[in-house]
Nanobody
Framework: QVHLVESGGGLVQAGGSLRLSCAGY????????MGWYRQASGKQRELVAT???????NYADSVKGRFTISRGNAKNTVYLQMNSLKPEDTGAYFC???????????WGQGTQVTVSS
C-alpha cells in the first residue's frame, strides 16, 4: 500500500524555524508532484508548497521567502524548511503526493505545527 509519513512538527516561538520531512512508501514509481498543505482549526485545508519531479516549485503567497520545499536524495522524500515562523502558520501540516497517469493523490496523517507569539 502506498502511504506517506510526516515528521518534524512541534512547538516553536514566533521567529523560529522548523523542518518537516515526508517519506513515501510502497511505490516503485516516483511521485509526479509532492507537496505540503496545512489546515488551521476551523479552516479549510490550504496549499503551502509543491515541487515537481523536475524540481519546479510553487508557494502560497503567505509563505514565499520564508519556506523552502525540496526533494530528498531518497526517492519519494520531500522536506519543508520553515523559517521566520508566525502564529498564523499554526496548523496541521499534511504531506501530499500525486502518482501515476491519473494523478492519484495520497495523503499523510499530518503533523502539528504550533507557533507561539
Amino acid at each position: 500500500q502506498v502511504h506517506l509519513v510526516e515528521s518534524g512538527g512541534g512547538l516553536v516561538q514566533a521567529g523560529g524555524s522548523l523542518r518537516l520531512s515526508c517519506a513515501g512508501y510502497g511505490s516503485i514509481f516516483s511521485f509526479n508532484v509532492m507537496g505540503w498543505y496545512r489546515q488551521a482549526s476551523g479552516k479549510q485545508r490550504e496549499l503551502v508548497a509543491t515541487i515537481t519531479r523536475g524540481n519546479s516549485t510553487n508557494y502560497a503567497d503567505s509563505v514565499k521567502g520564508r519556506f523552502t520545499i525540496s526533494r530528498g536524495n531518497a526517492k519519494n522524500t520531500v522536506y519543508l524548511q520553515m523559517n521566520s515562523l508566525k502564529p498564523e502558520d499554526t496548523g496541521a501540516y499534511f504531506c501530499n503526493g500525486e502518482l501515476g497517469y491519473y494523478r492519484t493523490a495520497y495523503w499523510g496523517q499530518g503533523t502539528q505545527v504550533t507557533v507561539s507569539s
